[in-house]
C-alpha cells in the first residue's frame, strides 16, 4: 500500500479505494470513511453491505451521517460529547486518527489500534462529536484511534421474529453487526494508516461499554480484538430477549397503524415517521427500551458473562469501571427547581428506580445517609442510584470476569469532582472520556481546566495507553494496580490522588446488592 504526500494530506489505498485526508499538529485524520454500503432503502433492515468501490481519490476532510435518531437536550456543559453533523442511513462511515502512515509498519512498529464505541444507549449518539475528537489520543500515545458510527434504534434492532424472511433474520442485531463489518475494514485496511491489526482494543462508554460487552460474546467478532476496556456502562449483564423484542415489534407496528406489516413492508416508511413511531413504541411500553441487541441464537448466543456459556474472550483482558454519581449527569439539563428532594421524594424515586418497597427504601436511604453525615438528599440520591445502574454492574462484571478465569480484568471507580456549576455534579456519567481523549479544554464547561484536569488526564490517558499495548494498565504515573479477585477486589480509585483501594465501600455495596439487579439502562427514561 503506497502512501503519497500532498500539501493538504496523504492518500492512501484501501481496499475499495484512495482516501486524502488532512494533517493538523502532526496528525493525520482520514473522516467519514465507509466500511459498508448504505443501510436505506432496500437495504434497510438487512445486514451491512460491503461498500462500493470507487475511482480516484475520495477526500476524506468532513464526517458521514451520524444514524437516524432524536437529538438529545444539549447545554453548554454537555455539547462537547453532541454531535449536529447531519443524519442519515447512509451512515456506516469511520474515522481514523493516526500520528503516522505505513512508514510505521515498515519500521517493524505499528501502532496499537484503539477502535472507540460511542454511548447514547442504543438510540442515539455518533462518534464525531467534539469531545471523541482521537487527535489528542493519537498523538500523546502514538496509537491509532477509530471512531465509528452504526445503526441505532428501530433501524439498527429491530426483530421482525422468527417468521421473518431470511435476509431480515438478523434485523434485530444490525446495529452490532454494523461493528463487526467495521472492525473487519480495520483489520483489512489499518496497517495503511500504520496501525496494527494483531493489536486491537475495543473501548466505549455507557451505551459503547455495553457494545464492547456484546461484542465479547459474538463468535463472528472474536478474533478481531484483543483487548476491551468499558466505562460507565449500565446495561451490559442483560440483553433483549425474542420476547421482550417482540413486545417492542408489536408496538412499533401498533404506533405506525401497520399491524402485519413485515420488513419488505417497513422499509417504504419514511425514516422520520419510523422513527416517531419507534419514540412512541418505547413509551407504550413504559420506557423499557428492547430495541437492543437480542439474545437471538444467530449472532448473540448468550448474554454476556454468562457464566454457563462459552467465553469467546477467555484472552480478552479487560477495564471496566464507573464514575461515583454518574446519575448527576442528567441535572445538566434538569429544571434547578426540581432539583432540591425532600426525603419523601427521595424514597419514593429510590423506591421506583431500585425496584423495592417504601419501607426497603428508607432502609436502603437510612443506611448510605450514616456513612454521609450532612448530604443533601439528591446528592445521596445521585450516590445510590449509579451505584444500583453502574456500580453493582461494573463489579459483577469483573466478578464474572475473575471467575472465568484466563485474561485478568482490571476494576476503577472515578471520584474526582468536577468544580463546574458550583460543583453541583460531583461525578456526572461521560466525566472519564475527556481525560481518557485528552480533551479536557473541549470540554471545559463541564471539567473545567487547570493543572489539576492535566495531571488527572495524564494519569487516566496513561493507563488506557498502558492497557492497549500489554493488556496491563500499569505505569509510572499510579500505584501498583492489582488484577481483579473477588476476595481482595482491588479498585483504582481516580481523583488528584490515585490510590489502589481493597473493596471500597463495602457497606453500599452490599446494601445495593440486595436489591433487584438493574437490567436496562432505559428503565429511569433520560432527558431526551
Same mark, same amino acid.
Given at each position: 500500500?503506497?502512501?503519497?504526500?500532498?500539501?493538504?494530506?496523504?492518500?492512501?489505498?484501501?481496499?475499495?479505494?484512495?482516501?486524502?485526508?488532512? @494533517?493538523?499538529?502532526?496528525?493525520?485524520?482520514?473522516?467519514?470513511?465507509?466500511?459498508?454500503?448504505?443501510?436505506?432503502?432496500?437495504?434497510?433492515?438487512?445486514?451491512?453491505?460491503?461498500?462500493?468501490? *470507487?475511482?480516484?481519490?475520495?477526500?476524506?476532510?468532513?464526517?458521514?451521517?451520524?444514524?437516524?435518531?432524536?437529538?438529545?437536550?444539549?447545554?453548554?456543559?454537555?455539547?462537547?460529547?453532541?454531535?449536529?453533523?447531519?443524519?442519515?442511513?447512509?451512515?456506516?462511515?469511520?474515522?481514523?486518527?493516526?500520528?503516522?502512515?505505513?512508514?510505521?509498519?515498515?519500521?517493524?512498529?505499528?501502532?496499537?489500534?484503539?477502535?472507540?464505541?460511542?454511548?447514547?444507549?442504543?438510540? =442515539?449518539? #455518533?462518534?464525531? #462529536?467534539?469531545?471523541?475528537?482521537?487527535?489528542?489520543?493519537?498523538?500523546?500515545?502514538?496509537?491509532?484511534?477509530?471512531?465509528?458510527?452504526?445503526?441505532?434504534?428501530?433501524?439498527?434492532?429491530?426483530?421482525?421474529?422468527?417468521?421473518?424472511?431470511?435476509?431480515?433474520?438478523?434485523?434485530?442485531?444490525?446495529?452490532?453487526?454494523?461493528?463487526?463489518?467495521?472492525?473487519?475494514?480495520?483489520?483489512?485496511?489499518?496497517? $495503511?494508516?500504520?496501525?496494527?491489526?494483531?493489536?486491537?482494543?475495543?473501548?466505549?462508554?455507557?451505551?459503547?461499554?455495553?457494545?464492547?460487552?456484546?461484542?465479547?460474546?459474538?463468535?463472528?467478532?472474536?478474533?478481531?480484538?484483543?483487548?476491551?476496556?468499558?466505562? !460507565?456502562?449500565?446495561?451490559?449483564?442483560?440483553?433483549?430477549?425474542?420476547?421482550?423484542? &417482540?413486545?417492542?415489534?408489536?408496538?412499533?407496528?401498533?404506533?405506525?397503524?401497520?399491524?402485519?406489516?413485515?420488513?419488505?413492508?417497513?422499509? /417504504?416508511?419514511?425514516?422520520?415517521?419510523?422513527?416517531?413511531?419507534?419514540?412512541? #413504541?418505547?413509551?407504550?411500553?413504559?420506557?423499557?427500551?428492547?430495541?437492543?441487541?437480542?439474545?437471538?441464537?444467530? !449472532?448473540?448466543?448468550?448474554?454476556?458473562?454468562?457464566? #454457563?456459556?462459552?467465553?469467546?474472550?477467555?484472552?480478552?483482558?479487560?477495564?471496566?469501571?464507573?464514575?461515583?454519581?454518574?446519575? !448527576?449527569?442528567?441535572?445538566?439539563?434538569? %429544571?434547578?427547581?426540581?432539583? +432540591?428532594?425532600?426525603?419523601?421524594?427521595?424514597?419514593?424515586?429510590?423506591?421506583?428506580?431500585?425496584?423495592?418497597?417504601?419501607?426497603?427504601?428508607?432502609?436502603?436511604?437510612?443506611?448510605?445517609?450514616?456513612?454521609?453525615?450532612?448530604?443533601?438528599?439528591?446528592?445521596?440520591?445521585?450516590?445510590?442510584? !449509579?451505584?444500583?445502574?453502574?456500580?453493582?454492574?461494573? @463489579?459483577?462484571?469483573?466478578?464474572?470476569?475473575?471467575?472465568? /478465569?484466563? =485474561?485478568? &480484568?482490571?476494576?476503577?471507580?472515578?471520584? *474526582?469532582?468536577?468544580?463546574?456549576?458550583?460543583?453541583?455534579?460531583?461525578?456526572?456519567?461521560?466525566?472519564? @472520556?475527556?481525560?481518557?481523549?485528552?480533551?479536557?479544554?473541549?470540554?471545559?464547561?463541564?471539567?473545567?481546566?487547570?493543572?489539576?484536569?492535566? $495531571?488527572?488526564?495524564?494519569?487516566?490517558?496513561?493507563? *488506557?495507553?498502558?492497557?492497549?499495548?500489554?493488556?496491563?494498565?500499569?505505569?509510572?504515573?499510579?500505584?501498583? *494496580?492489582?488484577?481483579?479477585?473477588?476476595?481482595?477486589?482491588?479498585?483504582?480509585?481516580? %481523583?488528584?490522588?490515585?490510590?489502589?483501594?481493597?473493596?471500597?465501600? +463495602?457497606? %453500599?455495596? =452490599?446494601?445495593?446488592?440486595?436489591?433487584?439487579?438493574?437490567?436496562?439502562?432505559?428503565?429511569?427514561?433520560?432527558?431526551?
Amino acid at each position: 500500500m503506497n502512501v503519497v504526500t500532498k500539501p493538504d494530506g496523504a492518500v492512501i489505498e484501501t481496499a475499495q479505494g484512495q482516501v486524502r485526508g488532512s @494533517i493538523n499538529n502532526g496528525v493525520h485524520s482520514f473522516k467519514g470513511l465507509p466500511y459498508g454500503d448504505t443501510t436505506g432503502d432496500a437495504n434497510r433492515f438487512r445486514p451491512p453491505m460491503p461498500p462500493p468501490a *470507487w475511482t480516484g481519490v475520495r477526500d476524506t476532510y468532513e464526517f458521514g451521517a451520524r444514524a437516524p435518531q432524536h437529538n438529545r437536550a444539549s447545554v453548554p456543559a454537555n455539547a462537547w460529547i453532541r454531535s449536529d453533523t447531519p443524519m442519515g442511513e447512509d451512515c456506516l462511515r469511520l474515522n481514523i486518527y493516526t500520528p503516522g502512515l505505513d512508514d510505521a509498519t515498515r519500521s517493524g512498529e505499528a501502532r496499537p489500534v484503539m477502535v472507540y464505541l460511542h454511548g447514547g444507549g442504543y438510540n =442515539a449518539g #455518533a462518534g464525531d #462529536a467534539p469531545g471523541v475528537d482521537g487527535s489528542n489520543l493519537a498523538r500523546q500515545g502514538d496509537v491509532v484511534v477509530v471512531t465509528v458510527n452504526h445503526r441505532l434504534n428501530v433501524f439498527g434492532f429491530c426483530h421482525f421474529g422468527d417468521s421473518a424472511a431470511e435476509e431480515f433474520a438478523d434485523a434485530g442485531n444490525a446495529g452490532i453487526l454494523d461493528i463487526v463489518a467495521a472492525l473487519r475494514w480495520v483489520r483489512e485496511n489499518i496497517e $495503511a494508516f500504520g496501525g496494527d491489526a494483531s493489536n486491537v482494543t475495543i473501548f466505549g462508554q455507557s451505551g459503547g461499554g455495553s457494545k464492547v460487552a456484546v461484542l465479547m460474546t459474538m463468535p463472528s467478532a472474536k478474533g478481531l480484538f484483543h483487548n476491551a476496556i468499558m466505562q !460507565s456502562s449500565s446495561s451490559h449483564l442483560r440483553l433483549a430477549t425474542p420476547e421482550t423484542a &417482540a413486545r417492542a415489534h408489536h408496538a412499533l407496528l401498533a404506533q405506525l397503524e401497520m399491524p402485519n406489516a413485515d420488513a419488505a413492508a417497513l422499509q /417504504g416508511v419514511p425514516a422520520q415517521r419510523l422513527l416517531d413511531a419507534y419514540k412512541a #413504541a418505547v413509551g407504550a411500553c413504559h420506557g423499557n427500551d428492547s430495541f437492543r441487541p437480542i439474545v437471538d441464537g444467530r !449472532s448473540i448466543l448468550n448474554h454476556p458473562f454468562d457464566l #454457563a456459556a462459552p467465553d469467546l474472550a477467555a484472552q480478552i483482558p479487560l477495564l471496566i469501571g464507573s464514575c461515583e454519581t454518574e446519575k !448527576s449527569f442528567y441535572d445538566v439539563v434538569a %429544571d434547578p427547581a426540581s432539583l +432540591p428532594m425532600t426525603r419523601e421524594q427521595m424514597q419514593a424515586d429510590v423506591a421506583r428506580f431500585v425496584g423495592v418497597d417504601n419501607s426497603a427504601a428508607s432502609t436502603l436511604i437510612t443506611d448510605y445517609e450514616s456513612r454521609r453525615p450532612g448530604v443533601s438528599m439528591r446528592d445521596l440520591f445521585n450516590v445510590l442510584t !449509579s451505584d444500583h445502574m453502574y456500580r453493582r454492574n461494573a @463489579i459483577t462484571a469483573a466478578e464474572r470476569k475473575a471467575a472465568l /478465569g484466563g =485474561a485478568p &480484568a482490571y476494576l476503577y471507580e472515578f471520584t *474526582w469532582k468536577t468544580p463546574v456549576l458550583g460543583g453541583m455534579l460531583k461525578t456526572p456519567h461521560t466525566l472519564c @472520556i475527556p481525560f481518557v481523549f485528552g480533551t479536557v479544554d473541549v470540554a471545559e464547561a463541564f471539567t473545567g481546566t487547570g493543572p489539576e484536569q492535566a $495531571a488527572l488526564s495524564e494519569k487516566v490517558m496513561g493507563a *488506557w495507553l498502558a492497557f492497549v499495548r500489554t493488556g496491563d494498565p500499569n505505569h509510572a504515573g499510579l500505584p501498583k *494496580w492489582d488484577t481483579f479477585d473477588a476476595r481482595t477486589r482491588p479498585t483504582m480509585i481516580f %481523583d488528584n490522588q490515585a490510590v489502589v483501594e481493597n473493596d471500597p465501600k +463495602p457497606e %453500599d455495596r =452490599a446494601g445495593i446488592n440486595k436489591c433487584p439487579p438493574f437490567v436496562s439502562d432505559m428503565q429511569w427514561s433520560a432527558p431526551d
